[in-house]
């Protein structure tokens, strides 16, 4: 496989919300065509990211305790619902963690529709 092939990946594994994995990013689109990369890996628990969903805000969700990311960004927008197997409020340690999330963000990388697939530059 080439290097140009491999920064590829078929617009119709991407519909409107969804999210993929593709090496160490995972990639969306947030619809209309808005796609994104970002590093694969929550700044929480390390979850894997592209198992993720997209939020009515554009936003990527991770799919253990919904800590939410600016995937503009990478920054930590809302830290997470609870903790290892846990779920639920945990209110001064989800605000630590959203700190830690804005200084720690998730790496971030373009994302553009080039004919039937989508390219990461």
């Not at 592209?50 to 939410?68: E, F, K, M, N, T």
């Not at 804005?102 to 994302?111: E, I």
Request: charged content about 30%.
């Amino acid at each position: 496989m080439s290097d140009e092939s491999a920064d590829r990946i078929p617009a119709a594994d991407l519909p409107p919300g969804a999210v993929r994995g593709h090496g160490d990013w995972a990639v969306g689109n947030r619809g209309d065509d808005r796609y994104f990369a970002v590093s694969r890996r929550c700044r929480h628990q390390l979850a894997d990211l592209a198992d993720g969903s997209i939020d009515a805000d554009g936003c990527l969700v991770c799919p253990w305790h919904q800590s939410r990311y600016d995937v503009r960004t990478g920054e930590m927008v809302e830290g997470p619902r609870g903790f290892l197997g846990y779920h639920g409020p945990t209110p001064l340690y989800t605000q630590l963690i959203a700190a830690v999330g804005k200084l720690a963000r998730l790496r971030v990388r373009r994302a553009v529709r080039d004919g039937d697939d989508v390219v990461l530059e």
